[in-house]
Protein backbone atom coordinates (compact mmCIF):
# COMPACT_ATOMS: atom_id res chain seq x y z
CA UNK A 1 0.00 0.00 0.00
CA UNK A 2 1.29 3.59 -1.07
CA UNK A 3 1.45 6.34 1.50
CA UNK A 4 1.50 9.88 0.69
CA UNK A 5 1.56 13.19 3.24
CA UNK A 6 0.76 16.84 2.30
CA UNK A 7 1.90 19.14 5.10
CA UNK A 8 0.60 22.98 4.83
CA UNK A 9 -0.99 25.70 6.51
CA UNK A 10 -4.03 26.24 4.16
CA UNK A 11 -4.81 29.44 5.64
CA UNK A 12 -7.69 29.01 4.07
CA UNK A 13 -8.15 26.22 1.68
CA UNK A 14 -8.59 27.18 -2.37
CA UNK A 15 -8.80 25.43 -5.22
CA UNK A 16 -5.37 25.28 -5.59
CA UNK A 17 -5.03 23.30 -2.46
CA UNK A 18 -7.62 20.75 -3.61
CA UNK A 19 -5.92 20.24 -6.80
CA UNK A 20 -2.86 18.86 -4.86
CA UNK A 21 -4.94 16.89 -2.99
CA UNK A 22 -7.07 15.48 -5.53
CA UNK A 23 -3.57 14.28 -7.38
CA UNK A 24 -2.27 12.87 -4.07
CA UNK A 25 -5.26 10.72 -3.94
CA UNK A 26 -5.78 9.86 -7.11
CA UNK A 27 -1.13 8.68 -7.19
CA UNK A 28 -1.14 6.75 -3.54
CA UNK A 29 -3.58 3.96 -1.67
CA UNK A 30 -3.55 6.23 1.37
CA UNK A 31 -3.07 9.65 1.77
CA UNK A 32 -2.62 12.02 5.07
CA UNK A 33 -3.12 15.79 4.81
CA UNK A 34 -1.70 17.39 8.20
CA UNK A 35 -2.63 20.57 8.69
CA UNK A 36 -0.11 22.95 10.33
CA UNK A 37 -1.42 25.25 13.41
CA UNK A 38 0.42 28.37 14.97
CA UNK A 39 -1.19 30.99 17.23
CA UNK A 40 -0.53 33.51 15.38
CA UNK A 41 -2.93 31.87 12.21
CA UNK A 42 -6.09 33.82 11.84
CA UNK A 43 -8.41 30.88 11.14
CA UNK A 44 -8.62 28.32 13.35
CA UNK A 45 -6.71 24.86 12.66
CA UNK A 46 -9.87 22.65 13.61
CA UNK A 47 -11.77 24.82 11.32
CA UNK A 48 -9.46 24.76 8.53
CA UNK A 49 -9.39 20.70 8.46
CA UNK A 50 -13.16 20.63 8.55
CA UNK A 51 -13.30 22.68 5.33
CA UNK A 52 -10.61 19.74 4.08
CA UNK A 53 -12.66 17.00 5.12
CA UNK A 54 -15.58 18.19 3.88
CA UNK A 55 -13.89 18.34 0.78
CA UNK A 56 -12.04 15.82 0.94
CA UNK A 57 -13.77 12.59 2.91
CA UNK A 58 -11.27 9.56 1.64
CA UNK A 59 -8.37 11.35 2.78
CA UNK A 60 -6.88 11.71 6.30
CA UNK A 61 -6.63 14.77 7.84
CA UNK A 62 -5.00 15.94 10.93
CA UNK A 63 -4.05 19.13 13.05
CA UNK A 64 -0.46 19.04 14.55
CA UNK A 65 1.05 22.17 15.90
CA UNK A 66 3.48 23.75 13.79
CA UNK A 67 7.20 24.46 15.83
CA UNK A 68 9.29 24.01 12.81
CA UNK A 69 11.27 26.11 10.57
CA UNK A 70 9.78 26.80 6.99
CA UNK A 71 12.90 26.12 5.61
CA UNK A 72 14.75 23.38 7.91
CA UNK A 73 14.03 19.94 5.80
CA UNK A 74 15.77 18.07 8.26
CA UNK A 75 13.59 18.98 10.89
CA UNK A 76 10.18 18.65 8.59
CA UNK A 77 11.22 15.12 8.00
CA UNK A 78 11.54 13.93 11.67
CA UNK A 79 8.04 15.82 12.01
CA UNK A 80 6.26 13.93 8.99
CA UNK A 81 7.65 10.56 10.10
CA UNK A 82 7.29 11.09 13.70
CA UNK A 83 3.36 11.97 12.50
CA UNK A 84 3.34 9.00 9.88
CA UNK A 85 4.60 6.10 12.21
CA UNK A 86 7.91 6.75 9.94
CA UNK A 87 6.73 5.18 6.97
CA UNK A 88 6.07 7.67 4.05
CA UNK A 89 6.44 6.62 0.46
CA UNK A 90 5.75 9.76 -1.44
CA UNK A 91 5.12 13.13 -0.51
CA UNK A 92 3.26 15.95 -2.71
CA UNK A 93 4.12 19.53 -2.96
CA UNK A 94 3.63 22.89 -5.42
CA UNK A 95 7.00 24.26 -3.49
CA UNK A 96 10.52 24.26 -4.42
CA UNK A 97 10.95 23.04 -0.86
CA UNK A 98 9.79 19.05 -2.12
CA UNK A 99 12.67 18.05 -3.24
CA UNK A 100 14.95 18.75 -0.24
CA UNK A 101 12.56 17.95 2.16
CA UNK A 102 11.49 14.36 0.09
CA UNK A 103 15.27 13.53 -0.07
CA UNK A 104 15.47 13.96 4.19
CA UNK A 105 12.78 11.67 4.81
CA UNK A 106 13.82 9.32 1.93
CA UNK A 107 10.68 9.18 -0.08
CA UNK A 108 9.87 10.13 -3.89
CA UNK A 109 8.29 13.85 -4.23
CA UNK A 110 5.75 14.35 -6.68
CA UNK A 111 5.45 18.03 -7.87
CA UNK A 112 2.46 19.43 -8.62
CA UNK A 113 1.45 22.69 -10.43
CA UNK A 114 4.44 25.20 -8.76
CA UNK A 115 3.86 27.75 -11.78
CA UNK A 116 0.11 27.76 -10.33
CA UNK A 117 -0.80 27.38 -14.25
CA UNK A 118 -3.64 25.65 -13.10
CA UNK A 119 -4.88 27.74 -10.37
CA UNK A 120 -3.51 31.06 -10.23
CA UNK A 121 -3.87 31.43 -6.79
CA UNK A 122 -2.82 31.45 -3.29
CA UNK A 123 -3.60 31.74 0.80
CA UNK A 124 -1.76 35.41 1.06
CA UNK A 125 -4.06 36.25 -1.93
CA UNK A 126 -7.41 35.01 -0.60
CA UNK A 127 -6.59 36.42 3.45
CA UNK A 128 -5.74 39.98 1.36
CA UNK A 129 -8.51 40.63 -0.66
CA UNK A 130 -11.36 37.26 -0.35
CA UNK A 131 -13.72 38.80 -2.43
CA UNK A 132 -11.22 38.88 -5.98
CA UNK A 133 -10.07 35.14 -5.03
CA UNK A 134 -13.78 34.24 -4.73
CA UNK A 135 -14.13 31.84 -7.70
CA UNK A 136 -11.17 29.86 -6.15
CA UNK A 137 -12.74 29.43 -2.65
CA UNK A 138 -15.50 26.28 -1.82
CA UNK A 139 -18.71 27.32 -0.30
CA UNK A 140 -17.48 26.74 3.26
CA UNK A 141 -15.20 28.92 2.93
CA UNK A 142 -17.14 31.34 0.63
CA UNK A 143 -19.07 31.40 4.21
CA UNK A 144 -16.38 32.21 6.22
CA UNK A 145 -15.55 35.39 4.25
CA UNK A 146 -18.39 36.45 3.51
CA UNK A 147 -19.35 40.19 5.03
CA UNK A 148 -22.37 39.38 6.67
CA UNK A 149 -25.14 42.97 7.36
CA UNK A 150 -27.53 42.37 9.31
CA UNK A 151 -30.79 45.26 9.60
CA UNK A 152 -32.24 45.77 12.87
CA UNK A 153 -35.07 48.10 14.44
CA UNK A 154 -38.45 48.58 16.05
CA UNK A 155 -41.59 46.62 14.66
CA UNK A 156 -42.66 47.72 10.84
CA UNK A 157 -39.63 49.91 10.22
CA UNK A 158 -38.58 48.46 6.58
CA UNK A 159 -36.36 45.75 7.80
CA UNK A 160 -37.64 43.39 5.45
CA UNK A 161 -38.07 45.36 2.41
CA UNK A 162 -34.40 47.06 2.92
CA UNK A 163 -33.30 43.86 2.97
CA UNK A 164 -34.67 42.60 -0.07
CA UNK A 165 -33.65 45.73 -1.84
CA UNK A 166 -29.65 45.32 -0.59
CA UNK A 167 -30.13 41.59 -1.85
CA UNK A 168 -31.00 42.60 -4.90
CA UNK A 169 -28.57 45.40 -5.30
CA UNK A 170 -25.66 42.99 -4.56
CA UNK A 171 -26.84 40.43 -6.52
CA UNK A 172 -27.12 37.93 -3.71
CA UNK A 173 -29.34 36.36 -1.01
CA UNK A 174 -30.83 37.23 2.03
CA UNK A 175 -31.87 35.82 5.56
CA UNK A 176 -35.34 35.86 6.35
CA UNK A 177 -36.53 36.81 10.23
CA UNK A 178 -37.36 33.03 11.74
CA UNK A 179 -39.41 34.31 14.80
CA UNK A 180 -41.97 35.67 12.27
CA UNK A 181 -42.42 32.40 10.55
CA UNK A 182 -42.07 31.00 14.11
CA UNK A 183 -44.82 32.91 15.22
CA UNK A 184 -47.46 32.05 12.28
CA UNK A 185 -46.36 28.45 12.90
CA UNK A 186 -46.22 28.06 16.11
CA UNK A 187 -47.96 30.63 18.27
CA UNK A 188 -52.09 30.32 18.26
CA UNK A 189 -53.10 33.67 19.44
CA UNK A 190 -49.96 36.14 19.89
CA UNK A 191 -51.75 38.79 21.84
CA UNK A 192 -52.61 36.18 24.86
CA UNK A 193 -49.19 34.03 24.52
CA UNK A 194 -46.89 34.33 26.87
CA UNK A 195 -43.03 33.83 25.53
CA UNK A 196 -40.51 31.84 27.14
CA UNK A 197 -36.78 30.25 26.68
CA UNK A 198 -38.11 27.43 25.27
CA UNK A 199 -39.68 30.02 22.59
CA UNK A 200 -36.71 32.00 21.63
CA UNK A 201 -34.07 29.74 22.20
CA UNK A 202 -35.83 27.81 19.23
CA UNK A 203 -36.08 30.85 17.36
CA UNK A 204 -32.10 32.07 18.22
CA UNK A 205 -31.08 28.16 17.26
CA UNK A 206 -33.03 27.94 13.97
CA UNK A 207 -32.02 31.73 13.33
CA UNK A 208 -28.39 30.79 13.53
CA UNK A 209 -28.76 27.69 11.64
CA UNK A 210 -30.08 29.41 8.46
CA UNK A 211 -27.70 32.48 8.33
CA UNK A 212 -24.87 29.84 8.36
CA UNK A 213 -26.48 28.03 5.43
CA UNK A 214 -27.16 30.90 3.38
CA UNK A 215 -23.40 31.87 3.57
CA UNK A 216 -22.25 29.58 2.22
CA UNK A 217 -24.35 31.13 -0.69
CA UNK A 218 -23.91 34.29 -0.91
CA UNK A 219 -22.45 36.81 -3.23
CA UNK A 220 -19.56 38.03 -1.62
CA UNK A 221 -22.09 39.97 0.90
CA UNK A 222 -25.03 38.32 3.24
CA UNK A 223 -27.96 40.34 3.93
CA UNK A 224 -30.09 39.38 7.18
CA UNK A 225 -33.12 40.44 8.34
CA UNK A 226 -32.07 39.83 12.26
CA UNK A 227 -30.10 37.60 14.21
CA UNK A 228 -29.47 35.91 17.26
CA UNK A 229 -28.15 39.60 18.29
CA UNK A 230 -31.23 40.98 17.86
CA UNK A 231 -33.04 37.90 19.24
CA UNK A 232 -31.86 38.66 22.68
CA UNK A 233 -33.10 42.08 22.36
CA UNK A 234 -36.81 40.69 21.54
CA UNK A 235 -36.14 38.75 24.38
CA UNK A 236 -35.98 41.03 26.82
CA UNK A 237 -39.07 43.06 24.70
CA UNK A 238 -41.28 40.45 25.78
CA UNK A 239 -40.19 38.41 28.73
CA UNK A 240 -38.82 41.55 30.21
CA UNK A 241 -35.39 40.38 31.68
CA UNK A 242 -32.16 39.54 29.65
CA UNK A 243 -31.55 35.61 28.70
CA UNK A 244 -27.80 35.17 29.42
CA UNK A 245 -27.94 31.66 27.36
CA UNK A 246 -29.24 33.78 24.25
CA UNK A 247 -26.75 36.47 24.53
CA UNK A 248 -24.22 33.96 24.89
CA UNK A 249 -24.91 32.76 21.32
CA UNK A 250 -24.73 35.71 20.28
CA UNK A 251 -21.60 36.42 21.36
CA UNK A 252 -20.25 33.24 19.93
CA UNK A 253 -20.93 33.93 17.08
CA UNK A 254 -18.35 35.63 14.06
CA UNK A 255 -19.10 39.30 14.38
CA UNK A 256 -21.14 41.14 11.69
CA UNK A 257 -19.26 43.31 9.49
CA UNK A 258 -22.17 45.86 9.97
CA UNK A 259 -25.39 46.71 11.34
CA UNK A 260 -28.36 48.62 9.78
CA UNK A 261 -30.72 50.32 12.12
CA UNK A 262 -34.04 50.83 10.81
CA UNK A 263 -35.97 54.19 11.08
CA UNK A 264 -38.44 54.28 13.85
CA UNK A 265 -40.60 56.93 12.28
CA UNK A 266 -41.79 54.72 9.27
CA UNK A 267 -45.51 54.60 8.98
CA UNK A 268 -46.48 51.70 11.24
CA UNK A 269 -48.39 48.78 8.69
CA UNK A 270 -50.73 46.52 11.15
CA UNK A 271 -50.45 42.94 9.56
CA UNK A 272 -52.75 41.09 11.96
CA UNK A 273 -50.05 39.93 14.42
CA UNK A 274 -48.01 43.29 15.21
CA UNK A 275 -48.54 44.59 18.68
CA UNK A 276 -45.53 47.23 19.63
CA UNK A 277 -46.82 50.04 17.39
CA UNK A 278 -47.06 51.93 21.04
CA UNK A 279 -43.16 51.21 21.84
CA UNK A 280 -41.51 51.33 18.92
CA UNK A 281 -39.56 54.33 20.01
CA UNK A 282 -38.01 52.53 23.29
CA UNK A 283 -37.19 49.58 21.10
CA UNK A 284 -35.03 51.67 18.83
CA UNK A 285 -33.85 53.30 21.92
CA UNK A 286 -32.34 49.71 23.50
CA UNK A 287 -31.27 48.51 20.03
CA UNK A 288 -28.85 51.31 19.67
CA UNK A 289 -27.89 51.21 23.38
CA UNK A 290 -27.00 47.50 22.87
CA UNK A 291 -24.85 48.32 19.92
CA UNK A 292 -23.36 50.63 22.06
CA UNK A 293 -22.71 48.18 24.76
CA UNK A 294 -21.62 45.08 22.81
CA UNK A 295 -19.37 46.88 20.32
CA UNK A 296 -21.15 46.54 17.39
CA UNK A 297 -20.34 48.67 14.47
CA UNK A 298 -23.52 50.29 13.02
CA UNK A 299 -25.14 52.78 10.93
CA UNK A 300 -29.10 54.55 11.28
CA UNK A 301 -30.31 54.57 8.21
CA UNK A 302 -33.63 57.22 7.51
CA UNK A 303 -35.95 59.00 4.61
CA UNK A 304 -37.37 57.80 1.83
CA UNK A 305 -36.99 53.93 0.79
CA UNK A 306 -34.40 54.88 -2.01
CA UNK A 307 -32.60 57.16 0.08
CA UNK A 308 -32.06 54.32 2.87
CA UNK A 309 -30.90 51.92 0.07
CA UNK A 310 -28.40 54.59 -0.73
CA UNK A 311 -27.24 55.29 2.45
CA UNK A 312 -27.02 51.21 3.58
CA UNK A 313 -25.31 50.84 0.06
CA UNK A 314 -22.76 53.65 0.44
CA UNK A 315 -21.23 51.61 4.29
CA UNK A 316 -21.61 48.53 2.46
CA UNK A 317 -19.39 49.29 -0.49
CA UNK A 318 -16.54 51.69 2.06
CA UNK A 319 -16.70 47.90 4.15
CA UNK A 320 -16.24 45.72 1.14
CA UNK A 321 -13.45 48.20 -0.25
CA UNK A 322 -11.49 48.77 2.88
CA UNK A 323 -12.83 46.51 5.66
CA UNK A 324 -13.47 47.72 9.09
CA UNK A 325 -12.91 46.56 12.57
CA UNK A 326 -15.67 45.83 15.27
CA UNK A 327 -15.16 50.03 17.12
CA UNK A 328 -18.49 49.50 18.62
CA UNK A 329 -19.64 53.13 17.49
CA UNK A 330 -21.83 54.51 14.98
CA UNK A 331 -20.14 55.11 11.54
CA UNK A 332 -20.25 57.88 9.37
CA UNK A 333 -19.76 57.31 5.34
Known amino acids: MKRGLIVGKFLPPHAGHHFLIDTGAAHCDELTVLVCDRPEYTIPAKLRAQWLRAAHPNVIVRVIRDKTD ?3 SECWAKEALRHMDGRIDVVFTSEAYGDPWAKAIGCEHYLVDIDRKAYPISGTQV ?3 PFAAWPYLQPEVRAYFALRVCIVGAESTGKTTLSKDLAKH ?5 VPEYGRQYTEESVKDVWTHVWTDTDFNKIATMQNKIEDAAAAQANKVLICDTDVFATSIWYKR ?3 VR ?3 IEAMAAARRPMGLYIVSDPLTPFDQDGIRDGEHIRGWMHTEFLRALELWGKDYICVTGTRQQRIAQATKAIDALIATGTGISGKELQF
Do not use: E, L
Open 170 to 174: YQTNW
Open 243 to 245: SSK
Open 127 to 129: RQD
Open 238 to 240: YVG
Open 70 to 72: DND
